[in-house]
């Protein structure tokens, strides 16, 4: 009886819209050059816009602490020796956590500072830029190692700057990075140093015991997750990770 009902229903649905003139909707795609200059800049800007979307994704990686939190996570995963556990989704989506939690005071005072008076039309467009970027200049500068940023500038041939407003972001985002990946890297062989001495003292064991054909991973691995616990790893590292944070 239900399927009857809904095919009458359906039936009867189609004979309203069959009833009715059918309406079409039109697009036009049309491209045509601006009539006035206002016209250009607002076809600019949306232009620039949906750019900035696009790129969105990337420029969270290289203008944020998300490189250094992934990596060392990827290091903690291989020292531990438990394959996919944690899952790489999952590593990834604390690592994202993490970096919205130290960078959410720094974005704030970037809208407050810039975005929210331009769209109050209290400041101009270019004034808007430099202060929503003054934020994010600073926390990279001071995670910057002075080396890393003195070699773009001697790539680009560029005097050395005077304050922070006078470093263009396409040299200090590049120093930034590599300066992020050299602190992981630092800090994933200062994690595997504990779990490697664990392998090399259960490989010695069994080597000592004749157990040479068993694999010192199988032994090791229960070790290090028990040892790992104990300490409360997690809290440790995530602690440890936001305080080398400056």
């Known amino acids: ?20 003139a059918p309406v079409v909707p039109t697009m036009n795609f049309e491209l045509s050059a601006p009539s006035s200059p206002q016209q250009l800049v607002s076809s600019l800007n949306v232009l620039v816009l949906l750019t900035l979307l696009f790129l969105a994704p990337s420029m969270v990686l290289v203008m944020t602490t998300f490189t250094r939190f992934v990596i060392v996570f990827g ?17 990834v989506m604390l690592g994202m956590i993490l970096t919205f939690f130290v960078m959410e005071p720094i974005g704030t005072k970037a809208y407050n500072d810039g975005i929210k008076p331009y769209i109050e039309e209290k400041i101009g467009y270019e004034e808007a830029f430099d202060k929503t970027t003054l934020p994010f200049k600073n926390f990279m500068v001071r995670n910057t190692r002075e080396k890393d940023l003195a070699l ?51 490989a010695s064991i069994l080597m000592s015991m004749g157990m040479m054909m068993l694999p010192p991973v199988m032994i090791s691995l229960p070790f290090k997750i028990l040892i790992f ?18």
Do not use: C, Y
Not at 75 to 89: C, H, I, M, N, Y
Not at 229 to 246: F, M, Q, R, Y
């Open 1 to 20: 009886m239900l399927r009857v009902a809904i095919l009458f229903l359906m039936l009867g649905l189609v004979n309203v819209f069959a009833a009715q």
């Open 75 to 91: 290091f903690l995963r291989q020292a531990l020796g438990t394959q996919q556990v944690p899952p790489t989704q999952l590593l």
């Open 152 to 202: 773009f500038f001697r790539i680009r041939k560029m005097e050395n700057p005077k304050s922070i407003e006078e470093v263009p972001l396409s040299v200090i985002i590049p120093a930034f990075v590599i300066s992020e990946l050299k602190t992981a890297f630092e800090i994933g062989f200062l994690l595997f140093l504990p779990f490697l001495v664990v392998d090399m003292v259960v």
């Open 229 to 246: 616990i104990l300490i409360d790893g997690w809290n440790l590292l995530v602690g440890n990770l936001i305080a080398s944070i400056k």
